[in-house]
């Protein structure tokens, strides 16, 4: 299993401080919901304390945790690919604190410097690969784990 990508010291520093220009701090309290599944994605988070729980609404009473994520990881991927709405629902575990991105401020800079976009979308997609294969082994575990029960 490969380690996980942390998009800020990921990327070169001339272009990691061009990226935080456009940061703003946050905080999100205990048990806030973040985002829900559907919701417009117009931003994104890079996680500086706390937790924060991906979930999916499973049935119209219960939600499944499908990642935990902490400090340096990236909060939200769906502003970068069309129709731009999320696809899971996040919530903070612990209290959070993280830099906000706007997206159409970001994807703005991307055009003007393409190197920068290039490595923010390469470095998105290895996060999101380590994330499918994450999510895979869960899902390998629990099937094993249910065949066993029967």
């Given at each position: 299993?490969?380690?996980?990508?942390?998009?800020?010291?990921?990327?070169?520093?001339?272009?990691?401080?061009?990226?935080?220009?456009?940061?703003?701090?946050?905080?999100?309290?205990?048990?806030?919901?973040?985002?829900?599944?559907?919701?417009?994605?117009?931003?994104?988070?890079?996680?500086?304390?706390?937790?924060?729980?991906?979930?999916?609404?499973?049935?119209?009473?219960?939600?499944?945790?499908?990642?935990?994520?902490?400090?340096?990881?990236?909060?939200?991927?769906?502003?970068?690919?069309?129709?731009?709405?999320?696809?899971?629902?996040?919530?903070?575990?612990?209290?959070?604190?993280?830099?906000?991105?706007?997206?159409?401020?970001?994807?703005?800079?991307?055009?003007?410097?393409?190197?920068?976009?290039?490595?923010?979308?390469?470095?998105?997609?290895?996060?999101?690969?380590?994330?499918?294969?994450?999510?895979?082994?869960?899902?390998?575990?629990?099937?094993?784990?249910?065949?066993?029960a029967l």
């Open positions: 299993m490969t380690k996980a990508t942390k998009l800020l010291t990921a990327l070169p520093p001339p272009q990691r401080q061009r990226l935080m220009s456009l940061a703003r701090e946050v905080s999100f309290q205990e048990d806030a919901r973040i985002f829900e599944a559907g919701g417009t994605a117009d931003r994104f988070w890079v996680i500086r304390s706390g937790a924060v729980s991906l979930d999916q609404q499973v049935t119209s009473l219960q939600r499944v945790t499908v990642a935990s994520l902490g400090s340096g990881d990236l909060l939200g991927w769906s502003w970068l690919f069309p129709p731009h709405q999320w696809d899971f629902g996040a919530v903070a575990f612990s209290p959070v604190r993280a830099y906000e991105f706007e997206a159409t401020a970001v994807l703005t800079l991307c055009e003007e410097d393409p190197a920068l976009g290039l490595v923010l979308v390469r470095n998105v997609a290895e996060i999101l690969a380590h994330r499918l294969e994450m999510t895979r082994g869960k899902l390998m575990e629990q099937y094993s784990m249910r065949r066993h």
